[in-house]
T-cell receptor, first 113, second 113 residues
Framework: GENVEQHPSTLSVQEGDSAVIKCTYS??????FPWYKQELGKGPQLIID?????GEKKDQRIAVTLNKTAKHFSLHITETQPEDSAVYFC????????????FGKGTRLSVIA | EPEVTQTPSHQVTQMGQEVILRCVPI?????FYWYRQILGQKVEFLVS????????KSEIFDDQFSVERPDGSNFTLKIRSTKLEDSAMYFC???????????FGSGTRLTVV
């Protein structure tokens, strides 16, 4: 089955700097790659997602890139702010789109003011 | 913005007792899921439910677990005889179809003592 690896497990950046979190997946048939932000005591919140027919997607300070050949995708957060501090999870799923998500282990991002 | 609602937010139960975790998915969503997250670990898929039946389940979802949609709004997860290792956050999620993203609830923290 699908396996998703996520790095790094922890990341500290200065406010205003960029943060990059990387994930790899094992099943080349996976075609949906969401990123979730989880704050303490809350459920995962979708922040951006990308499908395999697209190489990059951007939403304000957040972007995701996908390299299907290498089977990896990355989350980029620019101009980080203290409120970006949270645990970020990547995930992957197979078609047709309602198949279960397979999550990475998460990255704890700390933005230092 | 529509939400997935979960109750209770925290449940403490004695080992061997039955627990029922409740979820109200978003009203026009068709696919429902339970995931769990053991403290500090990744989010893991338990079961998916569509058209009033289980569509997929993981190896975690053994015969101690069951799901039900007793009416048009609630979606429940029952653990028949809880074990210490069932202690985790349990998240309900739903999606409207095969091209939409998942919406997660804020979770139920289950503590088995």
């Amino acid at each position: 089955g699908e396996n998703v690896e996520q790095h790094p497990s922890t990341l500290s950046v200065q406010e205003g700097d960029s943060a990059v979190i990387k994930c790899t997946y094992s099943d080349s048939a996976s075609n949906y790659f969401p990123w979730y932000k989880q704050e303490l005591g809350k459920g995962p919140q979708l922040i951006i997602d990308i499908r395999s027919n697209v190489g990059e997607k951007k939403d304000q300070r957040i972007a995701v890139t996908l390299n299907k050949t290498a089977k990896h995708f990355s989350l980029h957060i620019t101009e980080t702010q203290p409120e970006d501090s949270a645990v970020y999870f990547c995930a992957a799923s197979l078609p047709p789109g309602n198949t279960p998500l397979v999550f990475g282990k998460g990255t704890r991002l700390s933005v230092i003011a | 913005e529509p939400e997935v609602t979960q109750t209770p937010s925290h449940q403490v139960t004695q080992m061997g007792q039955e627990v029922i975790l409740r979820c109200v998915p978003i009203s026009n969503h068709l696919y429902f899921y339970w995931y769990r997250q053991i403290l500090g670990q990744k989010v893991e898929f338990l079961v998916s439910f569509y058209n009033n039946e289980i569509s997929e389940k993981s190896e975690i979802f053994d015969d101690q677990f069951s799901v039900e949609r007793p009416d048009g709004s609630n979606f429940t997860l029952k653990i028949r005889s809880t074990k210490l290792e069932d202690s985790a956050m349990y998240f309900c999620a739903s999606i409207v179809g095969t091209v939409s993203g998942y919406t997660f609830g804020s979770g139920t923290r289950l503590t088995v003592v």
